[in-house]
């Protein structure tokens, strides 16, 4: 079989495609046969070298999501059969409860060899079924952003009809938050650079759009159209850059929802005092929060938002394109 590492990872372009031995499972274990990959901002930071802990194991199979057909099966293996169609898990042990360290040491395409090769062995526990609605591509978008947005959402203190959410830009994880709000019955107010981007967001969803561009205050914006109230919900993927503005956006005892690093900075917690505002820390989530998202998307027929699918042999391609931000939804490799 073939399968992509970083040698070393020193940028996108190291990006190497091998040959290796068919893997084989072990007791409860199961041999997937991967179909989709998709890529999110962190394996942007893996390329670079960046871990979210420690160092990079050496000779790295990157991404941490992706989903295909399971084709054999170890000794005592119950949870799924041959056929099943299935994603992995971000964090492979990370079932339920609380987020506990030993779980990040099992975060495929960081701590752990990834996804992206044409056969996976997984732990029986470390997968979920997919909708079956939804394609291969599809379901290889759902195990990182999909639960993250989920997890922002519904795990702290739950989003309600008619309450009102900010996402920030068009990437995965907001796009995900637009939909989970959306068919909720919450109002989305969304952020871009883009006139063209916000015009997918409203076809999405979306009651009103703000052009960051136009208005670099753009918590003055969200308040304006909020009626001075600010929102119930902030997905803030910007990082300490744009916390500043997420927490004047929100009401006053709302909750910004912290995911992404993307612009750097410094935290100034006076604002977060003063405005009793809810921030929250979200680093993916658990198996059970990935099983009761896939319940709302089979029940409401929720289709993730792809941007744009590359071939296999297109990886380092797929690589730049996130890079290149211009994308809206997630950026997929189809595998088989």
Same mark, same amino acid.
């Given at each position: 079989?073939?399968?992509?590492?970083?040698?070393?990872?020193?940028?996108?372009?190291?990006?190497?495609?091998?040959?290796?031995?068919?893997?084989?499972?072990?007791?409860?274990?199961?041999?997937?046969?991967?179909?989709?990959?998709?890529?999110?901002?962190?394996?942007?930071?893996?390329?670079?070298?960046?871990?979210?802990?420690?160092?990079?194991?050496?000779?790295?199979?990157?991404?941490?999501?992706?989903?295909?057909?399971?084709?054999?099966?170890?000794?005592?293996?119950?949870?799924?059969?041959?056929?099943?169609?299935?994603?992995?898990?971000?964090?492979?042990?990370?079932?339920?409860?609380?987020?506990?360290?030993?779980? #990040? +040491?099992?975060?495929?395409?960081?701590?752990?060899? @990834?996804? =992206? $090769?044409?056969? !996976?062995?997984?732990?029986?526990? *470390?997968?979920?079924?997919?909708?079956?609605?939804?394609?291969?591509?599809?379901?290889?978008?759902?195990?990182?952003?999909?639960?993250?947005?989920?997890?922002?959402?519904?795990?702290?203190?739950?989003?309600?009809?008619?309450?009102?959410?900010?996402?920030?830009?068009?990437?995965?994880?907001?796009?995900?938050?637009?939909?989970?709000?959306?068919?909720?019955?919450?109002?989305?107010?969304?952020?871009?650079?883009?006139?063209?981007?916000?015009?997918?967001?409203?076809?999405?969803?979306?009651?009103?759009?703000?052009?960051?561009?136009?208005?670099?205050?753009?918590?003055?914006?969200?308040?304006?159209?909020?009626?001075?109230?600010? #929102? +119930?919900?902030?997905?803030?993927?910007?990082?300490? @850059?744009? =916390? $500043?503005?997420? !927490?004047?956006?929100?009401?006053? *005892?709302?909750?910004?929802?912290?995911?992404?690093?993307?612009?750097?900075?410094?935290?100034?917690?006076?604002?977060?005092?003063?405005?009793?505002?809810?921030?929250?820390?979200?680093?993916?989530?658990?198996?059970?929060?990935?099983?009761?998202?896939?319940?709302?998307?089979?029940?409401?027929?929720?289709?993730?938002?792809?941007?744009?699918?590359?071939?296999?042999?297109?990886?380092?391609?797929?690589?730049?394109?996130?890079?290149?931000?211009?994308?809206?939804?997630?950026?997929?490799?189809?595998?088989?």
């Amino acid at each position: 079989m073939k399968h992509y590492l970083f040698p070393q990872a020193a940028g996108i372009d190291t990006l190497e495609l091998r040959d290796a031995p068919m893997p084989k499972p072990g007791r409860g274990q199961i041999l997937v046969k991967m179909r989709a990959a998709s890529l999110n901002y962190r394996d942007l930071n893996v390329a670079a070298g960046r871990a979210a802990r420690g160092t990079l194991p050496p000779n790295l199979v990157p991404l941490s999501d992706g989903a295909g057909e399971v084709v054999e099966l170890g000794p005592d293996v119950t949870r799924v059969k041959t056929g099943d169609r299935v994603a992995g898990l971000f964090m492979q042990n990370w079932l339920g409860g609380d987020m506990e360290p030993y779980h #990040v +040491d099992s975060s495929r395409g960081g701590a752990i060899d @990834g996804v =992206l $090769a044409e056969y !996976v062995v997984f732990d029986q526990d *470390g997968v979920v079924h997919l909708p079956a609605h939804l394609s291969f591509e599809e379901g290889a978008t759902l195990p990182c952003a999909g639960v993250t947005a989920w997890n922002a959402l519904y795990a702290g203190k739950s989003l309600r009809s008619g309450e009102s959410v900010l996402i920030l830009g068009t990437g995965g994880v907001s796009i995900f938050a637009l939909q989970f709000a959306h068919a909720a019955g919450a109002r989305v107010i969304g952020t871009s650079s883009s006139d063209d981007k916000l015009a997918r967001v409203k076809a999405l969803g979306a009651s009103d759009g703000i052009n960051y561009r136009q208005h670099p205050e753009w918590q003055e914006q969200v308040q304006a159209l909020t009626n001075g109230r600010g #929102v +119930d919900h902030v997905v803030e993927v910007g990082g300490a @850059g744009t =916390l $500043a503005r997420s !927490v004047e956006a929100a009401r006053i *005892g709302g909750q910004v929802h912290l995911i992404g690093v993307l612009t750097g900075g410094e935290i100034n917690p006076t604002p977060i005092l003063r405005r009793n505002t809810v921030l929250r820390g979200i680093y993916v989530g658990s198996r059970q929060m990935f099983q009761a998202m896939n319940a709302a998307i089979a029940l409401h027929g929720i289709c993730p938002v792809i941007d744009r699918i590359f071939d296999f042999g297109q990886a380092r391609e797929a690589y730049h394109h996130l890079k290149g931000q211009t994308h809206v939804g997630k950026v997929v490799i189809r595998i088989a």
